[in-house]
């Protein structure tokens, strides 16, 4: 059974950093590749960045901002969030690229506040 458990979320001002951690369990984080997702209210969940093997990719909104990570030992992905911003609001999700329907966790809640 494949679990993703997000954490990490909080309430921050505008120019905070912020970690999330995805702790990923019934699949392994070195063979797949992950990432990390958003959905911000009344918004379609959207991609935000993707890690696989050594290579990563982000969303241009976030790029040189958000940094994802994986620790292969430990079974987890990360994202360093620095310089936030409003709009980065949202509920961050971790899932593999392509996402897989049943892997959703509930998200942790990011609050970027002006």
């Known amino acids: 059974q494949v679990q993703l458990v997000e954490s990490g979320g909080g309430l921050v001002q505008t120019g905070d950093s912020l970690r999330l951690s995805c702790a990923v369990s019934?699949?392994?984080?070195?063979?797949?590749?992950m990432g990390w997702y958003r959905q911000a209210p009344g918004k379609q969940r959207e991609w935000v960045a993707l890690?696989?093997?050594?290579?990563?990719n982000y969303v241009a909104s976030v790029r040189g901002r958000f940094f994802i990570y994986k620790d292969n030992a430990k079974n987890t992905v990360a994202l360093q969030m620095n310089r936030l911003k409003p709009e980065d609001t949202a509920v961050y999700f971790c899932?593999?690229?392509?996402?897989?329907?049943?892997?959703w966790g509930q998200g942790t809640q990011v609050t970027v506040s002006s």
């Open positions: 899932n593999t690229i392509p996402s897989s329907t049943g892997y």
């Open positions: 019934g699949i392994s984080v070195r063979i797949s590749t």
């Open positions: 890690i696989s093997g050594a290579d990563t």
